[in-house]
């Protein structure tokens, strides 16, 4: 796991594995984020990249394996207690209040931060990062195009200071005008200091942007290391990046 | 009395009353939009509320703010043990055994209240002096206007906290999307909690309103009965909605007992707002400020 070594770790995975019924969804992955930076995490459809987000956030139970957060274990943690910790998921459709709007949409997700005094100055930020939502703050959030529910989506998890932020195919079903919008904003909050754990099909854009990566196939990390490494080897060219 | 004056006057009381029904019908919108629970028993809570501050008036000897307080304090508690003994336990069974637990809990609440109860007053006597107002012509019992002023006063901070208070935001979070509201780290049962402790605090006010508007006339847990039809009206899981359909009960209600009871022979005031109910069920069953897809789960 090249380079990560001696570092302290925000996160840490350790033989994690998650079982649907009898579907083995996740067969013992190990990985690491460091305090700062995107790690990305790359596979195709069903190889359990989504699995082990949910699993990190406590919306599905391991059945065996460690997850350590800033030193402290997370399995068996309820989701809400993962969440005030501001380990923040951003699940693929985005989980939006489609019914609230986005200024309240973007209120909920400071909930998770405490300190209310903050809350202005976070939603300024927020609004300064996606000057769309600020447009349409009356809005009802199921109103907003794709893109913009995506915007609403990240502003909202940045509400809560997010010490790890990971967002689950924030590109998924943008146009490429907006995919490009949305490369452009995660490596911003990265070098603010919001550490990213980045799943993503857009295998290409990911690592482009990230320092690290992570390569997962049914279940199980199979090729791991800086980023641009793994963009270069033929193994990955070959199966995800459409080229070699 | 002139007809036009009598149908105004007909359409102010039955406002009156549509006012404290809107607390008792925001009691049960409030349970089912957190946890889409059905609470029979929501006529016996208020009858239990308002029989509390009763008892907490006669037993202190204190004003009728004294008794309010310490009423609110022990239903809240009461709400708070019900849901933590009764439904935190069965939170995993199904939404049809938690309905029948509130029957059966609302058997349990009249049967011990006639225990608990016993030899205390029924009712606070209204502080309000009996002759009624004359408005424009038209005799109101200043009872009712002072209740139903209360009753709005409470329905504005309700609408406040829900809107524009931290809590309320939560607790709207938990209402629309369950797993979204634990994603940005609200702690359902604690929310659960706060929803207890508000029906608490209604089943206190509406109570005792109601036993000063209506001067103890019927059977203080058939209020309950009343609830349904404004409920269904008004879309289960709309405030405003539930709101509007409690005045539009109140005011049919004392319309049809002012023109069609007379001719029937009386009563059918209080079926009149069911019969509205079922033709609303045949045209709009999610009612008429609902949203079709309410019942997903």
């Known amino acids: ?244 | 009395m002139p007809d036009g004056a009598f149908f105004a006057f007909l359409v102010v009381d039955g406002a009156l009353a549509g006012a404290i029904y809107a607390l008792v019908a925001l009691a049960f919108v409030v349970v089912y939009k957190a946890s889409r629970m059905i609470n029979f028993a929501v006529g016996e809570w208020t009858m239990v509320g308002s029989r509390t501050a009763a008892a907490a008036g006669q037993v202190l000897g204190t004003g009728l703010a004294g008794a309010l307080v310490t009423a609110c304090v022990a239903m809240i508690g009461l709400a708070l043990l019900f849901n933590r003994v009764v439904l935190r336990p069965l939170s995993q069974r199904s939404l049809l055994s938690l309905i029948m637990v509130t029957i059966g809990v609302g058997i349990f609440m009249r049967g011990a209240a006639t225990v608990v109860f016993a030899g205390l007053p029924v009712r606070i006597v209204s502080p309000f002096p009996a002759d009624p107002l004359v408005v424009g012509g038209l005799p109101v019992a200043v009872d009712k206007i002072a209740a139903a002023a209360i009753a709005a006063a409470t329905i504005a901070a309700l609408s406040w906290f829900f809107h524009g208070s931290r809590t309320g935001l939560a607790l709207r979070a938990v209402a629309s999307d369950q797993q979204v509201a634990l994603a940005v780290g609200i702690d359902l049962q604690r929310h659960f909690a706060i929803t207890w402790a508000l029906v608490g605090v209604l089943s206190v006010l509406a109570g005792t309103l109601w036993s000063f508007a209506s001067g103890g006339g019927f059977g203080i847990e058939l209020l309950g009965f009343k609830v349904f039809p404004i409920v269904i009206l008004g879309g289960l899981d709309s405030l405003p909605g539930t709101i509007i359909a409690a005045f539009a009960v109140g005011i049919l209600e004392s319309v049809v007992a002012g023109y069609i009871d007379p001719i029937v022979g009386g009563g059918f005031s209080h079926v009149a707002s069911y019969l509205v109910l079922i033709a609303t069920l045949f045209v709009r069953p999610w009612g008429l400020f609902g949203r079709p897809d309410v019942e997903r789960v």
């Not at chain 1, 987000?53 to 399995?75: K, N, T």
């Not at chain 1, 309820?78 to 923040?88: C, D, E, F, G, Y």
């Not at chain 1, 800086?226 to 080229?243: I, K």
């Open chain 1, 1 to 244: 796991m090249g380079g990560l070594e001696g570092t302290p770790h925000l996160l840490e995975i350790r033989d994690l594995h998650v079982s649907y019924g009898r579907i083995r969804a996740l067969q013992g992955v190990s990985l690491t984020v460091p305090p700062a930076g995107i790690v990305a995490l790359i596979g195709a459809n069903g190889a359990g990249k989504s699995t082990l987000l949910r699993a990190i956030s406590g919306v599905v139970r391991a059945r065996q394996g460690s997850v350590s957060f800033l030193g402290e274990e997370l399995v068996g943690l309820p989701v809400h207690q993962i969440a005030r910790r501001r380990l923040i998921h951003v699940p693929e459709g985005r989980g939006m209040l489609a019914r609230m709007t986005v200024l309240e949409n973007l209120r909920l997700g400071g909930l998770a931060a405490r300190d209310r005094r903050d809350a202005a100055a976070d939603l300024k930020r927020a609004f300064a990062l996606f000057p769309a939502l600020h447009t349409r703050r009356s809005q009802l959030a199921g109103s907003l195009s794709g893109g913009e529910q995506q915007m609403l989506a990240i502003g909202r998890a940045m509400m809560a200071r997010p010490r790890l932020l990971m967002l689950d195919e924030p590109s998924l079903g943008l146009a490429p005008l907006l995919v490009r919008e949305i490369f452009r904003i995660i490596p911003q909050l990265a070098g603010e200091g919001t550490a990213v754990l980045l799943v993503e099909q857009n295998a290409r854009m990911a690592l482009q942007c990230a320092a690290h990566a992570y390569v997962l196939q049914t279940g199980r990390v199979v090729l791991s290391g800086p980023a641009a490494d793994l963009l270069a080897a033929p193994e990955v060219q070959r199966a995800y990046l459409g080229t070699g």
